[in-house]
């Protein structure tokens, strides 16, 4: 269900280096420019260029990445214009 709070998100990259607990980050940007690091086990990861959305805690005031497998979300740098029309074209 689509609603005020919901935001779409793109999954720009994958490193495919996992680290110490064997997870993966992953890098997803919505069309504004926002976006979030995240980590996933394998079984948690979609193809570069998927699509999800993602709810707006408003309790916390953040991304509900957790909803979807998500673990360690962190808000990273803002896309410039340029990065977003790269990875939505």
Request: charged share 30%.
């Amino acid at each position: 269900m689509k609603n005020s709070f919901d935001k779409g998100f793109r999954l720009a990259s994958v490193e495919y280096n996992p680290g110490g607990f064997g997870l993966r980050t992953l890098t997803f940007v919505a069309r504004d420019g926002e976006a979030w690091r995240v980590k996933a086990s394998d079984g948690h990861i979609p193809k570069v260029g998927s699509d999800v959305r993602v709810r707006l805690n408003g309790t916390r005031n953040v991304r509900d990445w957790d909803t979807l497998g998500y673990e360690f979300a962190e808000p990273i740098h803002r896309m410039s214009k340029q990065v977003v029309r790269a990875i939505y074209s």
